[in-house]
């Protein structure tokens, strides 16, 4: 019991502390290290894309509604661009946005070794500049910083109808990495919310941008 007590203090002190930039810095130069391997061996990139984001993006695509033809911008794309490849793979028109030179030399490299590169379209752009109000759908990766600021940017920008895409740790991931939470509260309040879990510790949150604002503050819709 006292055990308990203890981590409940321990854990949102640590988190805190994480959140900081110099554990920031080493997180994300993690994840850059290991999407940029990923990118130039075959067999890592492979064995990443069927045991994860296949996966995650396999659960996201019916929660938004994405139609072959649909126009998606991803911003923050990195070195592996293994979403885009999936929702390329469904016929969807890809606009893959990375404000890193490196990243989107590798990611470009590695789509056309994949031969995947007629429906993806690789530049460097900053999320915080980019309009999406030709996106029918736009997705936030993991690393993408200051995260907040882009979701409000993209979805202030985003066209009626359109979905904002993005991923949350959740319960004790949250607190292990630097990653933070966004509510979507905090992005759109009282616009439609869909949620939903895979792996421990990872969710995934869809807010569609519609007409009006149609429920109720704190209204969402949890799939399981």
């Not at 203890?6 to 290991?34: H, Q």
């Not at 067999?43 to 396999?58: D, E, H, K, L, M």
Request: hydrophobic share 40%.
């Amino acid at each position: 019991m006292y055990f308990i007590i203890f981590l409940k203090r321990l854990l949102p002190n640590t988190r805190s502390r994480c959140l900081r930039g110099i554990p920031w810095t080493w997180y994300a130069k993690f994840i850059k290290k290991t999407e940029s391997l990923g990118s130039r061996r075959e067999v890592i990139g492979s064995v990443i894309y069927r045991t994860f984001f296949r996966r995650i993006t396999r659960k996201e695509v019916p929660l938004c509604g994405l139609n072959p033809g649909d126009r998606v911008i991803q911003i923050g794309v990195g070195s592996l661009p293994q979403t885009v490849l999936y929702l390329a793979e469904l016929g969807a028109n890809v606009e893959a946005l990375d404000n890193d030179p490196e990243a989107v030399v590798n990611a470009s490299q590695y789509l056309r070794r994949l031969n995947h590169d007629g429906r993806v379209s690789v530049r460097q752009a900053d999320g915080l500049e980019t309009d999406c109000n030709d996106a029918d759908a736009v997705w936030l990766s993991f690393v993408v910083h200051p995260k907040e600021e882009v979701l409000r940017r993209a979805f202030a920008s985003l066209k009626e109808g359109g979905r904002l895409v993005y991923r949350n740790p959740v319960g004790l991931l949250s607190y292990l990495i630097p990653e933070p939470r966004v509510e979507p509260d905090s992005i759109a309040p009282s616009f439609p919310v869909k949620k939903v879990r895979y792996f421990p510790g990872m969710e995934t949150v869809v807010i569609t941008k519609t007409p009006r604002k149609a429920i109720a503050p704190g209204g969402e819709e949890d799939s399981a």
